[in-house]
């Protein structure tokens, strides 16, 4: 499966994003889906993830309240809507998916390219 993740860009602390995430292929809905995030000099780190029928969903702790991950697989589409965003929220952000489960060791053998989210103080 290919990824492409859109819908980055500049907004204000408090203020929302919608990411996107497009798989080509016609068994997404066999995928999990994940978004990571990463700044500069660190590694990529998990954001939030969902099972490929959409019934379950994963969220690293800073983002829970927030954050929210859902799909629409007869769109190949899954998206991270982000709410109140903060500073530490700025990173590059990636879509990634995986025929294996979430686990809390999941490492997705599909990536797209990343989407810069920049949130001003």
């Known amino acids: 499966v290919q990824l492409q993740a859109f819908g980055g860009g500049l907004v204000q602390a408090g203020g929302y994003l919608k990411l996107s995430c497009l798989a080509s292929g016609r068994t997404f809905g066999h995928y999990t889906v994940g978004w990571f995030r990463q700044v500069r000099g660190s590694g990529r780190v998990f954001v939030a993830g969902?099972?490929?029928?959409?019934?379950?969903?994963y969220y690293r702790d800073s983002v829970k309240g927030r954050f929210t991950i859902f799909r629409d697989n007869a769109k190949n589409t899954a998206f991270l809507q982000m709410n109140d965003l903060k500073p530490e929220d700025t990173a590059v952000y990636y879509c990634?998916?995986?025929?294996?489960?979430?686990?809390?060791?999941?490492?997705?053998?599909?990536w797209g390219h990343g989407t810069l989210v920049t949130v001003s103080s």
């Open positions: 990634a998916a995986d025929r294996a489960p979430y686990d809390g060791h999941w490492y997705p053998e599909h």
């Open positions: 969902i099972s490929g029928n959409g019934a379950s969903a």
